[in-house]
């Protein structure tokens, strides 16, 4: 079993910055890839970034160039870093840990942009 908790979230003007971040505990040793999805208002939930466990990246394109997927090993944590962030960015992000066998949901954080 793997939990996530993202926190970060929050109410940001049009061309603001958040980072985001989601701290794992349990079986840590079984993921594979941690990844951010958001879902809009009305929308799909959809995959905004990833980050394998040899860091390698991948970022939807309305993201690319603007939002930072990393991690940090020691604190068990993936962070997002959300930079020009527009009002169709307003979501409910959320992390995900994909393992050999299973994927783990966190509850989400809310993100508003708006002026």
């Known amino acids: 079993q793997v939990q996530l908790v993202e926190s970060g979230g929050g109410l940001v003007q049009p061309g603001g910055s958040l980072r985001l971040s989601c701290a794992a505990s349990?079986?840590?040793?079984?993921?594979?890839?941690l990844s951010w999805y958001r879902q809009g208002p009305g929308k799909q939930r959809d995959l905004v970034a990833s980050?394998?466990?040899?860091?390698?990246?991948y970022y939807q394109n309305s993201v690319k160039g603007r939002f930072t997927i990393s991690r940090d090993n020691a604190k068990n944590t993936v962070y997002l870093q959300m930079d020009s962030l527009k009002p169709e960015d307003t979501a409910d992000y959320y992390c995900?840990?994909?393992?050999?066998?299973?994927?783990?949901w966190g509850r989400g954080t809310q993100v508003t942009v708006s002026s």
């Open positions: 995900f840990a994909r393992t050999g066998i299973r994927g783990f």
């Open positions: 349990g079986n840590i040793a079984s993921i594979n890839e």
């Open positions: 980050i394998t466990s040899g860091v390698a990246t």
